[in-house]
């Protein structure tokens, strides 16, 4: 869960935002985050835990992206350019009352 004390965030956001600053591709982004979680390897000991570990962290990262950014987005995609399918629609009924 990234919603981490605030204290911690004041350390690392200067950082990150520096960071972020220099990254200018995708490719660039994934070497980045591939490389922390390497030194985090380094860091923590090459065992299935730690591995277990880190995997769940990107996956919840990804999660969280897609919760918070990209589904209100393509509700809004939605709402201007309209749904799929009448599919969508019906769907779209039964889950909401």
């Given at each position: 869960m990234p919603y981490i004390l605030i204290g911690d965030r004041v350390r690392l956001d200067n950082f990150i935002?520096?960071?972020s600053k220099q990254i200018t591709t995708d490719g660039e982004l994934n070497y980045v985050i591939t490389s922390l979680i390497h030194d985090q390897l380094k860091?923590?000991?090459l065992k299935y835990?730690?591995?277990?570990?880190?995997?769940g962290a990107l996956e919840c990262?990804?999660?969280?992206?897609y919760r918070v950014v990209a589904g209100p987005y393509e509700n809004i995609k939605m709402d201007v350019n309209g749904?799929?399918?009448?599919?969508?629609?019906?769907?779209?009924?039964?889950?909401?009352?």
């Open positions: 935002k520096n960071l860091t923590r000991g835990q730690n591995i277990n570990n880190l995997i990262a990804k999660l969280e992206l749904r799929v399918s009448e599919l969508d629609e019906e769907f779209f009924k039964t889950q909401v009352k």
